[in-house]
């Protein structure tokens, strides 16, 4: 604990080989079974590895795999392991550890799915039709059918590798969780902090053939409130800023999204795009409100300025949702197939939806939660003036969720993030044999040659070939629109001007292994 919280001369020298950082939610579990929460998928990427992992570009490379084949039906995957990847140091052993076999996979997995676990990543495991060890270092998964997304799959937490003994003998594995990740767990004390430690085993160097991690320890606390955390980061208490909140977004950052000139040369800002687009779904089914019919939907989608609200409300942190579902930062998004706003085109469509309604002023009723009630209102007041009502009924986000789910709201506000770095991840809540309660089709769209294209894509192992269906796909949605976009989000962390090699990307995921701290 010494290299965390003591305060002598010798400690105060090693502060930069200490990286900190605050996590408002907490964390609730360290067991990567559990890891659908970013507060926890930070931290137990911290701990464990997986077959595979992402780099930056969100693209699959090595983990404790070295390389796989990929069968020609594109249904088996066999990885071939490395032999000198280690668990971390732990009392279950009889000796100080061991290396990772194959059959540790076998009983990770097996443990992924096993009712009495309850994992909330058993449904990773749809495609899978088999798996097993071929051998001490050579692993196999059969799947049901083509999938060729499955490798970015294999990438999320819910994978890591665990050793079985952790779970047979006693040991208190929600306390010390046992991984083979570049840190350990040193400590834990819920609600107040978690220590993790350099796991000197560690089987991954750099470029220049040094081992990773540089650091000597994470040290992350359990401040809930937002704007302290904040005043933490300004004093220099905590490495990392992850994330903006409207408490202090305006002292923070101007109006065009940079920093506001007393912080400047203070502190980094990182910014790039989110695999996460914010939108209004429609309900489809609801064949006896106004949005049933196209083009109010359509007046809707052209009669309100997207860049003006991202400018007010958001200082510019996303870009406005002036393409398709699919968001940027990943292959098949599209800027040219979307709405613009456009007042001519509004009005015009609002004039056929009376002509073939004789509703003369439709009124519409949006469910929202309490965090997005400015964009909401922005909406309203910005639709009003073509004689659309928009009505805000503002409910609690559990509740919101299980209407949603129920299709009890003709308008909800909703998020779809992607669980994986593939543009079919959000084509998935559109196909028709989705529809909820069997998925996650939320606004019940059906469209034949929509969900012809999604069929065929998963026989299409080219990125780059798939890529093409995903747009088109996704110019079917724009042109029925069963949504309405808002805007893609954007990944915006701030550290502290002696952080080195943090990476940024797409998913939001921190991973501390390369990461730096210089001396002042």
């Known amino acids: ?92 052993f009889n000796k100080e550890t061991r290396t990772v076999k194959a059959k540790d996979f076998t009983f990770s997995i097996d443990r992924l ?36 997304a499955f490798l970015s799959l294999l990438a999320m937490r819910f994978f890591s ?5 952790q779970f047979t003998n006693g040991y208190n594995y929600r306390k010390f969780p046992i991984g083979t990740g570049p840190f350990y767990v040193k400590a834990w004390t819920e609600n107040e902090k978690l220590v993790l430690r350099k796991n000197t085993l560690y089987f991954e160097k750099d470029k220049n053939n040094i081992q990773l991690p540089y650091l000597e320890a994470v040290a992350i606390s359990f401040l809930p409130d937002k704007h302290s955390e904040f005043l933490q980061f300004v004093q220099g208490k905590l490495d990392l800023l992850p994330n903006i909140d409207s408490s202090y977004k305006d002292d923070l950052l101007t109006i065009d999204g940079k920093l506001q000139k007393r912080y400047e040369g203070k502190f980094n800002m990182q910014k790039g795009p989110s695999l996460n687009t914010e939108y209004i779904g429609i309900y489809l089914d609801h064949k006896n409100t106004p949005v049933a019919n196209k083009h109010l939907r359509k007046a809707i989608n052209y009669g309100f300025d997207r860049t003006k609200m991202m400018t007010f409300l958001r200082n510019n942190i996303g870009f406005p949702a002036e393409g398709g579902f699919i968001p940027k930062g990943i292959a098949g998004h599209n800027m040219d197939i979307g709405y613009k706003y456009n007042p001519k085109m509004a009005k015009f469509h609002l004039n056929e939806y009376r002509k073939e309604t004789g509703d003369q002023h439709p009124s519409i009723t949006l469910s929202t939660n309490a965090d997005y009630i400015d964009l909401c209102e922005f909406i309203q007041r910005e639709l009003e003036k073509f004689g659309i009502d928009i009505q805000i009924d503002v409910l609690p986000a559990p509740q919101l969720r299980k209407q949603k789910y129920a299709g009890e709201l003709p308008l909800f506000r909703a998020s ?70 808002l805007y893609y989000d954007e990944v915006v962390r701030f550290t502290q001007p002696n952080v080195i090699g943090i990476p940024n990307n797409a998913q939001d995921f921190l991973y501390l292994k390369k990461v730096r701290k210089e001396a002042f």
């Not at 990543?121 to 798996?131: H, I, K, N």
């Not at 590798?161 to 003994?165: C, S, Y």
């Not at 079919?424 to 769209?445: A, Q, V």
């Not at 034949?448 to 192992?461: A, G, M, Q």
Request: aromatic residues 14%; proline residues 8%.
């Open 1 to 92: 604990m010494c290299v965390v919280a003591c305060q002598s001369p010798h400690s105060k020298k090693r502060e930069h080989l200490v990286f900190r950082y605050n996590e408002t939610d907490n964390i609730t579990s360290l067991d990567p079974a559990f890891a659908s929460k970013k507060e926890i998928i930070w931290a137990t990427n911290q701990i464990y590895n997986s077959l595979v992992q992402l780099d930056d570009n969100l693209m699959v490379i090595p983990d404790i795999s070295t390389h796989w084949d990929i069968s020609d039906d594109l249904k088996t995957y066999t990885f071939y392991l490395r032999k000198n990847v280690f668990f971390h140091k732990s009392p279950i």
């Open 113 to 148: 799915k096993d009712p009495t676990v309850a994992s909330p990543g058993r449904w990773t495991l749809d495609q899978v039709a088999s798996y097993k060890a071929i051998n001490e270092h050579t692993f196999q998964i059969k799947l049901k059918r083509p999938f060729p």
């Open 161 to 165: 590798v665990l050793p079985k003994e």
């Open 416 to 485: 779809w993030i992607a669980d994986y770095p593939d543009a079919e991840n959000f084509m998935l809540p559109y196909y028709s044999k989705n529809h909820t309660p069997n998925g996650p089709n939320y606004t019940h769209f059906s469209n034949d040659v929509f969900d012809r294209l999604y069929e065929n894509s998963f026989l299409i192992p080219n990125i780059e070939d798939r890529q093409e269906i995903y747009k088109r796909m996704d110019s079917i949605l724009i042109q029925e629109s069963p949504f309405i976009p």
